[in-house]
């Protein structure tokens, strides 16, 4: 009985203390990445959708990632890139270790301007690995994309996001990355109902996402903004599963009937059902090699429209997006699951409703003209 009430009072502590007043309609500027950190021109092929926010003062860049439910993890000050995939415990790098991001090494929260949150039972959230202790703090561990890990400690910040300040934000404070790669780390989670839109208080986001031109996510927007928009309905396992019927090439069809993440982390459309990849497979008249799909005598130019059919609304993707070279590369590989992701999101405005499990396809709105967003 007092192991229970013990486990009950954590449980209430962390979710009474995650709970902040929901905000109003809150636009963030965010720009698409490519695959080498570098903003996408007009057309491109986008893999990191990115934001920057503060603390203590100083800027970080950050992806927004669907793929996320769980918590924000932010870089601190401090932070090093060791050497393996994804140990149990925490490394402790050898003395020559480098920043977790070298080629931008002031995007930290420096020393003192978080401090070191406490009410989790073992130190880490429920269902997230404790990697054991760095500088007697407790570090928890996630291993993602077979051999990449974060490792960091719960901390809680005043963060300034698009000009507004979150109190007390909640997140894991980043002390270690493996391996040692020279790419962006800090990641906000904005899976269904994630710590961080839990925090912010938001249960619908607008994604504005275009390749080399002005985009945005908007935390609770106007309902008038898409009231009009088609819509279909998810369900929820983890995260969100959108039902998508098939896929259209030209005038050829690929049945689906399957579910489908959408993942801003992800910067094409992957399978990890072999069924629909060999439909796929027959309606481009491509091949698999490698892990992903080629489309040999196709090339961005040449390419028909690819239309994705999520919950009976078509998608239109333009060849020149899921074709991406003049040798028949594409967008599509195989995966652990089936995801839809950036270039899908890339063609409409797409508003997710976590409380009524919604995803509404907003028709094209008039393009905004393109600000000089430093991010």
Same mark, same amino acid.
């Given at each position: 009985m007092v192991i229970l009430r013990y486990l009950l009072g954590a449980c209430l502590t962390e979710l009474a203390a995650s709970v902040l007043q929901a905000v109003n309609e809150l636009g963030v %500027?965010?720009? @698409?990445?490519?695959?080498?950190?570098?903003?996408? =021109?007009? &057309?491109?092929?986008? $893999?990191?959708?990115?934001?920057?926010?503060?603390?203590?003062?100083?800027?970080?860049?950050?992806?927004?990632?669907?793929?996320?439910?769980?918590?924000?993890?932010?870089?601190?000050?401090?932070?090093?890139?060791?050497?393996?995939?994804?140990?149990?415990?925490?490394?402790?790098?050898?003395?020559g270790s480098k920043f977790c991001w070298p080629s931008h090494s002031d995007d930290f929260a420096p020393y003192g301007s978080y401090k070191n949150q406490s009410g989790f039972l073992h130190g880490c959230p429920l269902g997230v690995q404790s990697a054991g202790t760095l500088d007697g703090q407790t570090v928890c561990m996630q291993c993602f994309?077979?051999?990449?890990?974060?490792?960091?400690?719960?901390?809680?910040? %005043?963060?300034? @996001?698009?000009?507004?300040?979150?109190?007390?934000? =909640?997140? &894991?404070?980043?002390? $270690?990355?493996?391996?040692?790669?020279?790419?962006?780390?800090?990641?906000?989670?904005?899976?269904?109902?994630?710590?961080?839109?839990?925090?912010?208080?938001?249960?619908?986001?607008?994604?504005?996402?275009?390749?080399?031109?002005?985009s945005s996510v908007t935390f609770n927007p106007d309902p008038s903004k898409y009231a009009d928009a088609k819509y279909a309905s998810f369900r929820v396992s983890q995260n969100r599963d959108f039902p998508v019927d098939e896929f259209q090439v030209g005038n050829k069809t690929a049945k689906s009937g399957a579910t489908f993440r959408i993942d801003t982390g992800n910067g094409g459309i992957c399978f990890a059902d072999q069924e629909i990849a060999d439909a796929l497979e027959s309606a481009t008249g491509g091949e698999w090699a490698g892990g992903g799909l080629i489309v040999r005598g196709l090339s961005p130019s040449t390419a028909p429209d690819l239309t994705v059919v999520l919950g009976?609304?078509?998608?239109?993707?333009?060849?020149?997006?899921?074709?991406?070279?003049a040798d028949g590369g594409t967008i599509f590989s195989m995966y652990h699951k089936n995801v839809l992701g950036?270039?899908?999101?890339?063609?409409?405005?797409?508003?997710?409703?976590?409380?009524a499990k919604k995803i509404y396809l907003v028709p094209e709105s008039p393009k905004l003209l393109m600000k000089d967003i430093v991010v």
């Open positions: %500027d965010v720009v @698409l990445w490519d695959e080498s950190s570098n903003p996408v =021109k007009p &057309g491109g092929s986008p $893999r990191y959708l990115v934001g920057n926010l503060s603390i203590g003062g100083r800027t970080q860049h950050f992806t927004f990632d669907a793929g996320n439910p769980e918590q924000p993890i932010l870089m601190v000050e401090g932070c090093r890139g060791c050497s393996d995939g994804c140990p149990r415990k925490v490394p402790t790098c050898d003395s994309g077979g051999g990449h890990a974060r490792f960091y400690s719960m901390a809680e910040a %005043d963060i300034t @996001l698009s000009g507004t300040t979150i109190p007390n934000l =909640k997140f &894991g404070a980043l002390v $270690r990355t493996t391996p040692a790669l020279d790419r962006i780390w800090s990641n906000v989670g904005i899976g269904y109902k994630s710590a961080f839109l839990t925090q912010l208080g938001a249960e619908r986001i607008l994604l504005h996402l275009r390749p080399g031109e002005a009976g609304i078509p998608v239109k993707i333009p060849g020149s997006r899921w074709v991406t070279s950036l270039p899908f999101l890339a063609q409409n405005d797409v508003v997710i409703d976590d409380s």
